[in-house]
């Protein structure tokens, strides 16, 4: 019988799916179960999000981040908007330097004390052509190859962030490449976006690893082989009020029926009432380069809103 694994948030199939390869049985609750994710796993649809997750947190045994961590986190996290922001719980304002440069993001394991860096992925915001908004997140691709001093940048980030918040398991760190210069961002203690993206190229089990390090192991080694392909994913938003049509459903059911890797995911059923700017499915692809994978995903996009929307 597998191993059971809660796994709670906003929307976690990108989790769930890994952790499914990875020999666990998820047990989910997230603010959409959609129709993908249904049809594989358990998962309770939290309409009252985020406050409902503590009540699907208290239905499974599930570990959790302490509150200081999670706390410090969102401190870090705070930095990513440009510009002016209002400062959290608080009516004051801060200001940050603009910072010109390529938009990234690397993922780690951590013990609390070191960590090992299990990736990097290129971060593209406000695509047109997802349906993004001007700073939204829309598009990860990778593996990035790193030279000898960026990987050393990237190590060096998250050594001294699990040192200094304790943080156990996967987190992820968003950053400003400036030509060889990491500005670093915003702080995730959790399974991240782009972490999919990785799991396919060097085809690591990235949850096996986060639960092993949670209950004691070792970091594993620094990954040392080379990725086969470039990877990527997109996620597509309603570019107006959108109900899903009906037509959708054949398309969809053929879509998610591909295994390990779907090229849709995080499907909606038809039916569906989604509002403008809010995100519809994911698109994934894998191809011999960087361009190659971009303009994949650029096509499926544009396929999968003629679906969504007709012809026009």
Known sequence: MPEKLAIVGASVRAAAFPALRAGFLPVCADRFADLDLRRRVPVVQVDDYPDGLAEAILREPVGGRSSPVVRAADRCASASARGRKPAA?????????????RSC????????NDAVLLGA?????????????????????GPIELSRDLRSQWERIGEVLARRFGLVGLFGVDAVLDNETLWPIEVNPRY???????????????????VDVCRGGRLPRRLGQAARAWCGKAILYARADLSVPPAWARFAEEAISARP???????????????????????LAKA????????LLRSRAAQVERRLYGSS
């Open 192 to 210: 991240t976006a782009s972490l999919e993206v990785l799991e396919r190229a060097f085809e690591i089990d990235a949850i096996r690893i986060h």
């Open 121 to 141: 992925t290129w971060q593209l915001v406000g695509m047109p052509w997802t349906g993004a908004g001007e700073f939204g997140y829309a598009v990860s691709l």
């Open 288 to 295: 011999a380069g960087e361009q190659a994978a971009h303009d």
């Open 89 to 101: 719980r608080s009516s004051a304002w801060f200001f940050q330097k603009r910072v010109t440069g």
């Open 261 to 283: 890797w779907p090229e849709l995911a995080d499907v909606p059923a038809a039916g569906t009432r989604i509002r403008a700017r809010s995100p519809v499915v994911t698109v």
């Open 105 to 112: 993001s690397a993922v780690f394991a951590g013990d609390g």
